[in-house]
């Protein structure tokens, strides 16, 4: 059983008092039972790995001593299973995926999936707007996506991925709801809707199944990918942090957890607590929960961000709300120079010191995601936003190409790319994001400072694809989905699988180890600190796959 851990000591000082009397009004065996999410998940490792005794500091000192550059590659939307459901490494290393022991699919998947009756498909309801699903019958199981969905072709199919539909799709650990909650639903549905509508009428109703998102891509597809993890560390037990989708998950990155907006109205709030709300909940896409606490997307009020989201900015998360340290705060205090390159930045620089309130043309500007995706940079929602910006932290992915070839990078780099390039489906194709990150990684590997440097590949958050491995419940908001990672370094342990229990907290736990920087709060102080995957008395060598 896992404790809880008091999410009190990192809200706002106004909702601690509120929000300790309604954590102590929950029994936490019914919680933990009542999600059924504890059954098959790896045993945590907290604290630092093999830090005990004198080889343990030993560890630490290397670690220190040999890494001085933390490179977080952040793509969008893809879960584990979805990208290497069918790896096998070619060491005979066991992969918790879709395969059994034989290298066959896992019996155990097959029918799984179920309407919101709790009926299995007989056959899986597959989108007549893709071209390739068109005349196709498939059963109900996983099944190879490129002979209908090419990794390098993109159509206009994303599967839905909000805060409480993920969690009804995970349904208490099953796995079994992910076809049924894909696709459909309303934008918003009112509270009293919400209070009137039985549950299952309800998924019935908004819900449109759809069956590729069970759909997995092989190292055919994806060729670099598999190469790295075939070459350096693939995570199999890695998670996104937060149920939903990409504007939380980016901010777990940086601060592991949401914003908050206390002084947001009633009718933007979901009125039940989300562990409460079943599959009702699933479609209750309110963009805040009973306590305030942002679940879905909502884009930031300063710098550049969305054209056309006036409605959506006007219950954005008041930066001022935002009282806590994220880790550029920490790297600050600390005197460790990091930076968050976006592709395309210097484009949209003009706008990065305005407010979405401001006179003249305020900062709603950017009116495609292939050229900028505001909700995805976390450092806008931040009361520090115009120092970060100039003090140079906010920087452009062509410079980060150029500092890797001059061997000029911050202590900390994170990467992301418009919607041209992150791999989030409708936007992006598997493979075009996959070129993008091998020139990210090519660069870094051919610079003078590929020795001294780790690089993680990673993603927000699984997108709505289907991954077979049941979530743990740490506290209230995660975690979501399993989520493809990989560690790339000259010191990262050949050929490795990972199977301790980790994720994205467990980059900022690695970063805040490496540069002796304070937790954030219980996620990065309890998670899994990723040093198992690297080996400090190997010989560095040059990069390959």
Same mark, same amino acid.
């Given at each position: 059983?896992?404790?809880?851990?008091?999410?009190?000591?990192?809200?706002?000082?106004?909702?601690?008092?509120?929000?300790?009397?309604?954590?102590?009004?929950?029994?936490?065996?019914?919680?933990?039972?009542?999600?059924?999410?504890?059954?098959?998940?790896?045993?945590?490792?907290?604290?630092?790995?093999?830090?005990?005794?004198?080889?343990?500091? !030993?560890?630490?000192?290397?670690?220190?001593?040999?890494?001085?550059?933390?490179?977080?590659?952040?793509?969008?939307?893809?879960?584990?299973?979805?990208?290497?459901?069918?790896?096998?490494?070619?060491?005979?290393?066991?992969?918790?995926?879709?395969?059994?022991?034989?290298?066959?699919?896992?019996?155990?998947?097959?029918?799984?999936?179920?309407?919101?009756?709790?009926?299995?498909?007989? $056959?899986?309801?597959?989108?007549?707007?893709?071209?390739?699903?068109?005349?196709?019958?498939?059963?109900?199981?996983?099944?190879?996506?490129?002979?209908?969905?090419?990794?390098?072709?993109? $159509?206009?199919?994303?599967?839905?991925?909000?805060?409480?539909?993920?969690?009804?799709?995970?349904?208490?650990?099953?796995?079994?709801?992910?076809?049924?909650?894909?696709?459909?639903?309303?934008?918003?549905?009112?509270?009293?809707?919400?209070?009137?509508?039985?549950?299952? /009428?309800?998924?019935?109703?908004?819900?449109?199944?759809?069956?590729?998102?069970?759909?997995?891509?092989?190292?055919?597809?994806?060729?670099?990918?598999?190469?790295?993890?075939?070459?350096?560390?693939?995570?199999?037990?890695?998670?996104?942090?937060?149920?939903?989708?990409?504007?939380?998950?980016?901010?777990?990155?940086?601060?592991?957890?949401?914003?908050?907006?206390?002084?947001?109205?009633?009718?933007?709030?979901?009125?039940?607590?989300?562990?409460?709300?079943?599959?009702?909940?699933?479609?209750?896409?309110?963009?805040?929960?009973?306590?305030?606490?942002?679940?879905?997307?909502?884009?930031? $009020?300063?710098?550049?961000?969305?054209?056309?989201?006036?409605?959506?900015?006007?219950? !954005?998360? *008041?930066?001022?709300?935002?009282?806590?340290?994220?880790?550029?705060?920490?790297?600050?205090?600390?005197? $460790?120079?990091?930076?968050?390159?976006?592709?395309?930045?210097?484009?949209?620089?003009?706008?990065?010191?305005?407010?979405?309130?401001?006179?003249?043309?305020?900062?709603?500007?950017?009116?495609?995601?292939?050229?900028?995706?505001?909700?995805?940079?976390?450092?806008?929602?931040?009361?520090?936003?115009? /120092?970060?910006?100039?003090?140079?932290?906010?920087?452009?992915?062509?410079?980060?190409?150029?500092?890797?070839?001059?061997?000029?990078?911050?202590?900390?780099?994170?990467?992301?790319?418009?919607?041209?390039?992150?791999?989030?489906?409708?936007?992006?194709?598997?493979?075009?994001?996959?070129?993008?990150?091998?020139?990210?990684?090519?660069?870094?590997?051919?610079?003078?400072?590929?020795?001294?440097?780790?690089?993680?590949?990673?993603?927000? /958050?699984?997108?709505?694809?289907?991954?077979?491995?049941?979530?743990?419940?740490?506290?209230?908001?995660?975690?979501?989905?399993?989520? *493809?990672?990989?560690?790339?370094?000259?010191?990262?342990?050949?050929?490795?699988?990972?199977?301790?229990?980790?994720?994205?907290?467990?980059?900022?736990?690695?970063?805040?180890?490496?540069?002796?920087?304070?937790?954030?709060?219980?996620?990065?102080?309890?998670?899994?600190?990723?040093?198992?995957?690297?080996?400090?008395?190997?010989?560095?060598?040059?990069?390959?796959?």
């Amino acid at each position: 059983m896992v404790a809880m851990p008091a999410l009190a000591s990192f809200r706002p000082k106004k909702l601690q008092g509120q929000e300790s009397r309604h954590m102590r009004g929950i029994d936490r065996r019914r919680f933990l039972k009542h999600l059924g999410l504890m059954a098959g998940s790896a045993a945590v490792a907290p604290g630092l790995t093999g830090i005990a005794g004198a080889s343990g500091m !030993s560890s630490l000192q290397k670690l220190r001593h040999r890494i001085d550059h933390v490179v977080v590659i952040f793509q969008e939307n893809r879960s584990f299973d979805h990208y290497f459901g069918t790896f096998r490494p070619r060491n005979g290393q066991q992969v918790l995926n879709l395969l059994d022991g034989n290298g066959q699919l896992d019996g155990a998947f097959v029918g799984l999936q179920k309407n919101p009756a709790g009926i299995p498909y007989s $056959v899986l309801p597959l989108p007549a707007e893709i071209p390739g699903f068109s005349t196709a019958e498939l059963p109900n199981q996983p099944f190879h996506m490129a002979p209908y969905l090419p990794a390098d072709s993109d $159509v206009h199919w994303d599967p839905r991925h909000r805060f409480f539909r993920m969690m009804a799709e995970i349904n208490r650990g099953r796995m079994d709801r992910f076809v049924a909650l894909a696709g459909g639903g309303r934008k918003h549905l009112s509270r009293d809707d919400f209070l009137k509508i039985d549950p299952e /009428e309800m998924a019935f109703d908004l819900a449109r199944p759809s069956g590729p998102v069970l759909g997995y891509y092989n190292g055919e597809d994806l060729p670099f990918y598999h190469h790295l993890a075939h070459r350096y560390v693939l995570f199999d037990n890695f998670f996104q942090a937060m149920s939903g989708g990409s504007t939380g998950n980016a901010l777990y990155l940086v601060a592991c957890r949401s914003c908050v907006n206390p002084g947001v109205a009633d009718r933007h709030v979901a009125p039940l607590d989300p562990w409460k709300a079943g599959f009702g909940g699933a479609f209750f896409d309110l963009p805040y929960d009973s306590e305030r606490v942002m679940v879905n997307d909502l884009p930031p $009020v300063q710098g550049p961000t969305g054209a056309g989201e006036a409605d959506a900015l006007r219950i !954005s998360p *008041p930066p001022h709300a935002q009282t806590y340290d994220n880790i550029g705060d920490r790297l600050d205090q600390a005197r $460790v120079d990091w930076a968050w390159y976006n592709e395309n930045w210097n484009r949209v620089k003009p706008w990065a010191l305005k407010t979405a309130f401001g006179p003249g043309d305020g900062s709603a500007v950017v009116d495609t995601g292939k050229l900028y995706v505001a909700h995805h940079n976390p450092f806008q929602y931040y009361p520090r936003w115009k /120092e970060y910006v100039r003090s140079g932290h906010i920087r452009d992915a062509d410079d980060f190409l150029e500092d890797a070839r001059q061997g000029t990078l911050p202590g900390v780099s994170f990467l992301k790319a418009s919607a041209a390039h992150d791999e989030h489906p409708a936007d992006s194709a598997p493979f075009q994001g996959m070129r993008w990150v091998e020139r990210l990684v090519r660069a870094v590997a051919e610079g003078p400072a590929w020795e001294r440097t780790a690089i993680f590949i990673t993603y927000d /958050e699984g997108g709505g694809f289907w991954d077979s491995r049941p979530p743990k419940v740490v506290d209230h908001y995660g975690f979501g989905t399993r989520i *493809p990672a990989l560690l790339v370094s000259p010191w990262a342990r050949q050929g490795l699988v990972d199977h301790h229990l980790a994720s994205t907290a467990s980059i900022l736990r690695f970063i805040g180890t490496r540069f002796a920087l304070e937790p954030l709060n219980h996620r990065d102080r309890n998670a899994y600190d990723l040093l198992g995957a690297f080996d400090w008395d190997q010989r560095p060598g040059a990069f390959h796959v």
